[in-house]
Nanobody
Framework: QVQLVESGGGLVQAGGSLTLSCAAS????????MGWFRQAPGKEREFVAT????????YVADSVKGRFTISRDSAKNTVYLQMNSLKPEDTAVYYC?????????????????WGRGTQVTVSS
């Protein structure tokens, strides 16, 4: 089993920045890829970014490309999502996810393990 704990969410004004963290524990050797998703009220869960555990493969959704950066610290078993130039439409619960046996994962169904989420609210 893999446990994921997100942190770093909060309230920020439009144009501001936040950095989300996701700490993995448990059977981390089972992890090949980690991702960030978000879900706004009344909407489906949306892919944001993914990174391979080696850090060599990264994909970022077009909606956040150029503003969000995903990275990882393998020594700390932690993945980060640096969010800059935030917009009100970025408001959502952000979820961290982990998967094994894949090189990358662009959809929620690719991931077996999920954190409980952290709220990000961007005011206009």
């Amino acid at each position: 089993q893999v446990q994921l704990v997100e942190s770093g969410g909060g309230l920020v004004q439009a144009g501001g920045s936040l950095t989300l963290s996701c700490a993995a524990s448990g059977n981390i050797f089972a992890i090949n890829v980690m991702g960030w998703f978000r879900q706004a009220p009344g909407k489906e869960r949306e892919f944001v970014a993914t990174i391979s555990w080696s850090g060599t493969t990264i994909y970022v959704a077009d909606s956040v490309k150029g503003r969000f950066t995903i990275s990882r610290d393998s020594a700390k078993n932690t993945v980060y999502l640096q969010m800059n130039s935030l917009k009100p439409e970025d408001t959502a619960v952000y979820y961290c996810a982990a998967a094994g046996g894949l090189d990358t994962g662009l959809t929620a169904k690719d991931y077996a393990y999920w954190g409980r989420g952290t709220q990000v609210t961007v005011s206009s």
